[in-house]
């Protein structure tokens, strides 16, 4: 079974690129204050854990594996996380990030995961105490309070966030790197994706169907939601992707967005809905009846506000993004909605929903796949990115 990324000593990792700089265990040791023979011990160590040698030992110095090169190089970006995630000019060490031990990023990821000592607690099989110690070991380190009591109860500070935030995408980066050094790092590895409501319905299915068949050993995690419910998780490192409808170019900077296609919307209403049947309905038949609606800044509520440019808009009681719900309410009432027509296929097919005349003009919407600027997908993720522009 192979290793979490916190079960790899830090100060191991931090090595393994002085090593490859400078082809020599003693001037890596020099570099990480370690005796050379502890880092070759902890070296060792490394190489049992993952079941793989991570160098080549020769006369003229060592030299990286295949396998030792990809965990150098995600190790390298896991302590840039750490490094940006300290960098604040409080008063602390001057590097902290060369000084943390996984088992402190361990205590206190758990802690802001949970909110609570007694949950990091449980969470980590740590004692309350050893957490307390940890956090206020962290605090040391980089200066500045990370934890605040409000009430009976804590919560992050600033920093204690941005702390929480460096942690995960270098622990996402460190589990990248056990991946491709692991001895299976051809057909492994995880996937964690945020799927919006559109994706949902065939796009993601099939891709996930058609990569589960040729990686047996690839492990997915779905997560539902809408853009603003899955940003956060995705620049946390908590997903590696989401997979929906784009944000107006240029989109967030730290963010990078990927077209897979354009999709055309539909008025949907029930069936026998008094505007069924017909030619396009005009605005003034539209506005008199309500409509579902998503929440402002989501692209589908842009479009809809654009059918009814110039003029008041219609009554909208309901904003919803769950699909799931939006058919429930559309086939008990006179309810309207914008949606593609794949979100509501079936119901179509078996006449419960119909579409409302033609697709209005203003109706597409790019639907693509967004990732963090910088990001590199493992050799799994990125297929899966292959197959899901394929479908």
Same mark, same amino acid.
């Given at each position: 079974?192979? *290793?979490a990324?916190?079960?790899l000593n830090?100060?191991?990792l931090r090595?393994?690129?002085a090593i490859?700089?400078h082809?020599s265990m003693?001037?890596?040791a020099?570099?990480?204050?370690l ?5 070759? $011990? ?11 040698a ?10 990286p594996?295949e396998?030792?090169?990809a ?9 840039a996380?750490?490094?940006a995630?300290?960098r604040? @000019?409080?008063?602390?060490?001057t590097?902290p ?10 205590a206190?990821l758990?802690?802001a995961d949970t909110?609570?000592f007694?949950? =990091?607690g449980?969470?980590?099989a740590l004692s ?7 956090v #206020? ?14 009430g ?8 204690g966030?941005?702390?929480?935030r @460096?942690?995960r995408l270098?622990?996402?980066e ?9 001895p299976?790092?051809?057909g492994?590895? #995880? ?5 919006? *409501?559109?994706?949902r ?5 099939r ?8 990686m047996?050993g ?9 853009? #603003?419910?899955?940003?956060?998780p ?7 992707m989401?997979?929906g ?6 989109g967030?900077?730290?963010l $990078? $967005?990927q ?12 069936a026998?809905?008094p505007?069924?049947?017909?030619? $396009? ?6 506005? =008199? ?7 402002t800044?989501?692209?589908?509520r842009a ?6 440019a ?10 919803c ?5 939006i058919r429930g309410?559309l #086939?008990e ?6 949606l ?12 419960m929903?119909?579409?409302?005349g033609?697709?209005?003009?203003a109706?597409g919407r790019?639907?693509?796949?967004t990732t ?17 522009a394929a479908v």
């Open positions: 079974m192979a *290793p990324p916190f079960d830090l100060r191991h090595a393994l690129a490859v700089t082809g003693s001037a890596a020099e570099i990480v204050s005796s050379q023979p502890a880092l070759t $011990q902890g070296l060792a160590k490394l190489e049992a854990q993952l079941g793989t991570l160098f080549e030992r020769r006369t003229d110095g060592m030299a594996t396998a030792g090169a965990l150098t190089a995600r190790a390298v970006a896991a302590f996380h750490l490094g995630a300290t604040s @000019g409080a008063r602390g060490f590097r990030a060369q000084l943390m031990t996984a088992t402190q990023l361990h206190f758990a802690l909110g609570s007694v949950g =990091a449980a969470a980590t309350q105490p050893a957490i307390h110690r940890a #206020r070991d962290l605090e040391q380190v980089c200066g500045t309070v990370l934890v605040e009591r409000r009976r109860g804590i919560a992050l500070s600033e920093a966030r941005r702390l929480a @460096g942690i270098a622990s996402a460190i589990a990248a790197g056990i991946v491709e050094a692991g299976d790092r051809g492994a590895g #995880r996937v964690a994706i945020g799927a919006m *409501p559109l994706s319905a065939e796009l993601l299915p891709a996930l169907a058609r990569v589960a068949r040729e047996p690839a492990r997915f995690d779905v997560s539902e939601g809408s853009w #603003r419910e899955l940003v956060e995705l620049r946390d490192g908590t997903l590696d989401m997979i409808a784009l944000r107006p170019a240029p967030p900077p730290d $990078q $967005q077209p897979l296609l354009d999709d055309r919307l539909v008025i949907v209403g029930r026998g809905h505007l069924a049947g017909g030619a $396009q309905p005009t605005r003034e038949a539209l506005r =008199a009846y309500p409509w579902i609606v998503g929440r800044g989501a692209p589908i479009l809809w506000e654009s059918m009814f110039g003029g008041t808009l219609p009554e909208a009681p309901i904003e993004g769950s699909v799931m719900v309410v #086939r009432s006179d309810f309207l909605t914008l593609s027509p794949d979100q509501v296929g079936l119901e179509i097919d078996t006449g929903l119909t579409a409302i033609p697709a209005p003009e109706s790019v639907i693509g796949v963090r600027a910088g990001w590199r997908p493992t050799r799994v993720q990125a297929r899966f990115l292959e197959v899901l």
